[in-house]
């Protein structure tokens, strides 16, 4: 049954006592959105370094500093996660008129979401790579 919220003229979907229907399932994977994200930054970086594999052996076998080959795959981790979450910023804030609709009690663009989120990823992003050296 839908009803007609006068706070803020949406309509929402009730049951029971009136408490508006959430999707549980949504509400409880809310935190592995983050997890899922950390494991596709781990995947991309992994996959870039491995593709350069043989690069960085024969750097290395010219002599170049493991330090430097580091400071190199660190520069190009952090070029592609930056990369990652500016599309991603840009993806997210073009739907956010999409999706205005779907959300409740929170704004379409909430500066925490678009503050937080993408500073979490890049230090999830600088620890990643500072684990695989």
Request: net charge positive.
């Amino acid at each position: 049954m839908s009803v007609f919220d006068e706070h803020d003229g949406r309509t929402r979907l009730r049951f029971g006592h009136g408490a508006p229907l959430q999707c549980r399932s949504a509400g409880d994977l809310r935190g592995a959105c983050p997890v899922l994200a950390a494991v596709g930054i781990y995947g991309v970086i992994t996959y870039a370094v491995k593709q350069r594999t043989h690069e960085i052996g024969v750097r290395t076998a010219l002599g170049t500093q493991s330090g430097d080959v580091l400071q190199h795959v660190i520069r190009q981790g952090v070029f592609l996660a930056s990369g990652g979450i500016a599309i991603g910023l840009a993806g997210a804030w073009a739907l956010t008129r999409f999706l205005c609709s779907l959300l409740f009690d929170v704004s379409p663009t909430d500066t925490m979401t678009f503050v937080l989120l993408p500073l979490i990823l890049g230090f999830v992003a600088l620890v990643l790579l500072s684990i695989g050296k």
